[in-house]
């Protein structure tokens, strides 16, 4: 089943827990496997990548992110084959997994949990448009093709042109979804947070703190009656605030009609838009939120349900 068959609230359910047994089996791995991909997405959001033109320098500064990533993503996916009782300890020809093919390594997990990975890779490449692989599979083979050549770029250099260059960003999001997966098995179903789902649950808590620094509670309260956030149990819609930013900052009337709101083009020119704005600008500790507020500020980015994707509204 692909990505458009699921609905992302219950990508997780045919995840299956382990029985006691394989829980305090488990259990340990599992903590250093989080933990661990825990430590590697705030450190890779607290020092971001910047583009350079010399790919070189660039690639420098992504190797440690590449080369950690590569290891977590393999050793993960290991601990997913172990808990569904594949024998990864014998050699490859043995029919074991006792190798670095990460690709390889993909493609002999459950089929649910693949879903799970090609439906996170989707929205984090949707939101990311720069990353050419369209499929996880293709993103983990293409790793694998190249990676002795990132182990040891620091002494070699690069290559030859076609030198592969994943993409940081995507590895750190593939570990944290495997992450995902692990933790559904060993503790509780507790879903996939996404890339989307991530910006979500930003944007609701500066929301909150710009309602508490606008001095104009009319303000406030027209947002709330407009937009309907408090009747969609929301504070903020995705699409909605993307319009409102591309349009306040490029000075152009609002035009859209977010889930059926009537939203005026003197909406654009609130207070609250102002505050939460310059709150979410102020976020360091999310290079996502900060890729997608410049696309929203710039083509009024977009969330299709229907397709599970981020896409560009160019009208």
């Known amino acids: 089943m692909g990505a458009k068959g699921f609905a992302m609230k219950n990508v997780m359910q ?6 006691d047994d394989e829980i305090s089996k488990f259990k340990n791995p599992a903590h ?9 997405f705030r450190s890779f959001h607290a020092n971001p990548i910047q583009r350079d033109f010399s790919s070189e320098f660039e690639a420098i500064a992504a190797w440690s992110t590449v080369t950690c990533c590569y290891s977590g993503i393999e050793q993960a ?7 569904q009782g594949t024998f990864i300890d014998k050699p490859a020809r043995e029919g074991g997994h006792r190798h670095h093919d990460i690709g390889k ?17 989707g929205i984090y490449r949707s939101l990311h448009d720069c990353i050419p692989p369209e499929t996880v599979d293709c993103f983990l083979d293409g790793i694998d093709k190249g990676y002795t050549t990132w182990r040891y770029f620091l002494l070699d250099g690069r290559k030859s042109d076609d030198w592969p260059t994943p993409h940081p960003g995507a590895m750190v999001d593939i570990w944290s979804a ?3 997966i692990i933790c559904a098995r060993v503790y509780c179903n507790h879903g996939l947070q996404t890339v989307k789902q991530r910006i979500d649950i930003h944007l609701r808590e500066e929301h909150i703190r710009a309602e508490r620094e606008s001095d104009d509670e009319r303000d406030i ?3 709330n009656e407009i937009l309907g956030w408090q009747q969609r149990d929301c504070f903020l819609d995705i699409n909605v605030y993307s319009s409102l930013l591309y349009c306040h900052g490029n000075g152009k009337p609002l035009h859209v009609d977010p889930q059926s709101a009537s939203v005026p083009e003197e909406l654009t020119r609130l207070p609250v838009l102002k505050a939460f704005t310059r709150n979410v600008r102020q976020r360091k500790n999310d290079n996502d939120l900060s890729h ?9 980015i977009v969330w299709n349900s229907a397709t599970v994707r981020f896409e560009t509204d160019f009208h």
């Open 292 to 300: 997608f507020q410049h696309r929203a500020e710039t083509s009024r």
């Open 178 to 180: 495997l992450s995902n």
């Open 105 to 121: 390594l993909f493609k002999d997990l459950a089929p649910e949990e693949q879903d799970v990975l090609r439906v996170s890779y």
């Open 14 to 19: 045919k995840i299956n827990m382990l029985n």
């Open 32 to 40: 250093r496997i989080m933990e661990a991909s825990e430590q590697m």
């Open 221 to 223: 309260r027209h947002i």
């Open 77 to 83: 996916l290991k601990c997913l084959l172990k808990m």
